[in-house]
């Protein structure tokens, strides 16, 4: 059953990713089990050869009704073709003080794309890599079953 909705979720990324002229790159990591390591860092390389254009960098987050808190912290790595790079904290709602989860729910599963930088713009051409470290308190945390990053062209009209 979860090797089907994996699928149907790879399909349904894959035409939603190729409908929008406007993305750049997107890709999402699955996380062995639904149980996600302090040490398991998805890493996600992106070339960038336009550095005029403003781009918007979004981090895709996949839960279940398993996870255990309403937030999640990562540390958000980004690293530059010459070496230069930057350490983020970053602070993603899960779910409302309700209890109810946010972002798009399809069966147990919820979907979430978080605004990580805004109107950035690269200072130079290469690739440029993107570390992904879930910064909680739980070593082995249970609930997340997908991480990934995306980046769309921000269009200037």
Do not use: H
Request: hydrophobic residues 35%.
């Amino acid at each position: 059953m979860k090797k089907r909705f994996n699928l149907l979720f790879a399909v349904f990324t894959i035409l939603f990713c190729s409908c929008d002229k406007n993305t750049l790159y997107e890709e999402n990591r699955g996380v062995s089990d639904g149980v996600w390591s302090r040490y398991d860092i998805p890493v996600f390389k992106v070339d960038i050869e336009d550095t005029l254009n403003a781009y918007n960098v979004y981090i895709n987050i996949r839960n279940t009704g398993k996870y255990p808190k309403s937030n999640l912290f990562l540390f958000v790595t980004t690293t530059a073709p010459g070496g230069a790079y930057t350490r983020d904290t970053v602070e993603c709602i899960l779910a409302y003080p309700s209890g109810e989860w946010t972002g798009k729910g399809f069966g147990s599963i919820w979907q979430n794309r978080f605004p990580y930088r805004r109107y950035v713009r690269f200072p130079e051409a290469g690739e440029y890599t993107f570390e992904i470290e879930q910064a909680m308190r739980i070593e082995d945390l249970p609930g997340i079953t997908d991480v990934g990053v995306r980046i769309e062209k921000v269009d200037d009209q």
